[in-house]
């Protein structure tokens, strides 16, 4: 599928445009993918929140969704604030090719249906196209994280979306609850410092990158036997490289991996001549361990030698880094 828009900055929360409406006796209907009838539930009529199952179509009348939107994630999580668990739907139009539906999914929208109120609101992700026009955000299989970004003790909607090809970056989206709607959080600049977000929900962790950082990283994801190859025994593996003022150069800056507590034990205890890395935090059987260049890869008088020392002094790992809910 081809793109319709170019990114040019990776891992960076793109700035939406917001579209929030209020609906009240709201239905929601939904189609598996196949000529089955569509299912309607009166979601007024139910004591807790109907369950969207991924992957079938939905529609809300009230927000006159296209024909082809599709749940592509689900949660089910107090975003609201008001202590009441609300329905959090990550939906995106899918076409056919050959038959089957595409692995990208186009038009990405969060809907929101208050717990206590039963009304939807609904907020589009578009993003400026190299030709100034506004186009609806596209993934391959993007997905939605629940947390709290922004400290204020209310949870958060993140959404990843993959863009696949020879780059493998991957665009974020940070959406917060403000005056019955949902606003864009790095928009709001919410983010201290204009940080940048880096979230992986695969291996469960987020990093907020300083501004310094932009423009000079790229982030590369491995997992399994790919992340094996990279760090031995781990499960997961994030290598931060550092971009050179030539665009060429690529030194490793950062590098964040997941052990199992069981791999991480047995490699402390085999480890022979300089560690590993150093632990940042454990959680569900997993052990979180930071790397970082034993020194300066470049002449420390040269401009890359300064701006890696920079880019390293202005990362601080412990506060930096949060595991996912």
Not at 90 to 108: F, Q, R
Not at 170 to 199: F, M, R, S
Not at 302 to 309: H, T
């Amino acid at each position: 599928m081809k793109k319709q828009i170019a990114k040019k900055i990776p891992y960076l929360a793109l700035a939406g445009f917001i579209c929030a409406v209020g609906i009240g006796s709201p239905q929601i209907s939904l189609a598996k993918q196949g000529n089955a009838a569509p299912k309607v539930v009166n979601q007024q009529s139910q004591k807790t929140l109907q369950k969207i199952e991924i992957g079938q179509k939905i529609r809300v009348p009230e927000l006159k969704l296209k024909e082809n939107t599709y749940a592509l994630d689900y949660k089910i999580s107090d975003v609201t604030g008001d202590s009441v668990k609300d329905q959090v739907i990550l939906v995106g139009t899918k076409e056919k090719i050959n038959g089957k539906l595409d692995a990208y999914a186009s038009n990405l929208s969060v809907i929101v249906q208050d717990g206590k109120t039963k009304k939807y609101v609904k907020y589009d992700w578009l993003s400026k196209g190299t030709d100034g026009k506004l186009y609806g955000e596209l993934g391959r299989e993007p997905n939605l994280i629940i947390g709290d970004y922004t400290g204020n003790k209310v949870n958060d909607i993140i959404v990843t979306a993959p863009q696949g090809g020879n780059g493998g970056y991957v665009d974020h989206l940070i959406l917060t609850w403000e005056g019955n709607k949902l606003k864009d959080v790095l928009a709001k600049g919410v983010v201290a410092d204009n940080q940048e977000l880096y979230a992986n929900s695969q291996a469960n962790f987020s990093l907020k990158l300083p501004v310094s950082w932009k423009g000079y990283y790229k982030a590369n994801q491995y997992a399994g036997a790919s992340a094996n190859k990279i760090m031995p025994s781990a499960k997961h593996v994030v290598q931060f490289d550092y971009k050179g003022k030539n665009g060429k150069d690529s030194e490793m800056l950062l590098m964040i991996s997941v052990f199992s507590k069981n791999d991480w034990s047995r490699l402390s205890s085999e480890q022979q001549g300089p560690p590993v890395g150093s632990v940042i935090t454990e959680a569900n059987g997993m052990v979180y361990v930071y790397t970082t260049p034993q020194s300066n890869p470049f002449d420390p008088q040269s401009k890359d030698g300064k701006l890696f020392d920079q880019l390293y002094r202005d990362l601080n790992i412990k506060s930096s880094f949060k595991l996912l809910k």
